[in-house]
């Protein structure tokens, strides 16, 4: 039996917010769950335009052709990485305010009216979704949430940034702060998730770059993450990073 994304009914907001908002879904082989993910996000007049952009890792399933019939602008992305898709859909990205979400169903889709709101009438510029405090039941193995927790930890004693939750992968934040070419993450790899919250901390400051906690469910199809791999390329990239070693994999956006 094929686990469904949990569809949470919520009070329809009536005020529409004069925003285009674009949620970027990285994808590789996630036709289990990418149609429920979509889904997952109300699409009811909340704004004043709401579109979604898959990124693709060349999938070898049906992904692109689901995320195609719900609507979804998929564009294919050759070079591999979780950082890279990211890379590439924020650049291509059409709204001005962005959204991200994995297409597994672990993040809650219809808190993003919610979350776009804050966003836009408390005049911030970023906010990261805090998955550990409200995760639900099973929804991370104990490894994961052990590495979770020592990854979040060495970025808080290296960093001293106040981000609770290091590797969570939902974010909003306004696409103009990516202008600032400090602002733009470097990594193409899993270590692009805990590099967007120091450089938001760093150049935007705790005031404007917040962290919110939101539910994070079990997760819907196959994992690709290689945990003691991408574990280690997290860690590493920690020090790489407090060291200001770091360097761009691949350029800014898509290739020309």
């Not at 590789?28 to 149609?35: H, K, P, Q, Y």
């Not at 305010?97 to 836009?120: F, N, S």
């Not at 979704?129 to 039941?137: F, G, K, M, V």
């Not at 940034?161 to 790899?189: A, C, E």
Request: hydrophobic residues 35%; aromatic residues 8%; proline residues 5%.
């Amino acid at each position: 039996m094929v686990q469904k994304c949990v569809l949470t009914s919520i009070i329809p907001m009536t005020d529409e917010l004069p925003v285009h908002v674009t949620v970027v879904i990285p994808t590789r082989n996630e036709e289990e769950a990418i149609v429920d993910t979509i889904r997952s996000v109300p699409n009811d007049g909340w704004c004043k335009e709401l579109s979604f952009l898959v990124v693709d890792g060349n999938s070898s399933d049906r992904t692109r052709e689901l995320a195609e019939q719900e609507g979804a602008t998929v564009f294919l992305e050759p070079r591999r990485g979780y950082g890279r898709a990211y890379r590439t859909g924020f650049e291509i990205a059409p709204g001005e305010i962005i959204v991200t979400m994995d297409a597994d169903c672990t993040y809650p889709g219809e808190e993003v009216p919610a979350l776009v709101r804050k966003l836009v009438e408390e005049e911030l510029e970023f906010i990261t979704c805090d998955r550990l405090r409200r995760a639900e039941e099973g929804a991370m193995s104990g490894l994961h949430g052990f590495g979770n927790w020592v990854l979040s930890f060495t970025a808080r004693m290296l960093f001293w940034y106040g981000v609770h939750d290091s590797q969570s992968g939902m974010w909003v934040f306004r696409k103009s702060i990516l202008q600032d070419p400090k602002m733009r993450p470097t990594n193409d790899g899993m270590p692009l998730s805990e590099e967007m919250k120091i450089n938001a901390r760093r150049q935007i400051g705790k005031k404007k770059a917040i962290e919110v906690s939101v539910p994070y469910r079990k997760r819907v199809g196959q994992a690709e993450i290689n945990t003691w791999g991408d574990g280690w390329k997290n860690l590493k990239f920690l020090f790489v990073k407090r060291l200001g070693l770091n360097r761009e994999s691949t350029p800014w956006g898509p290739e020309s």
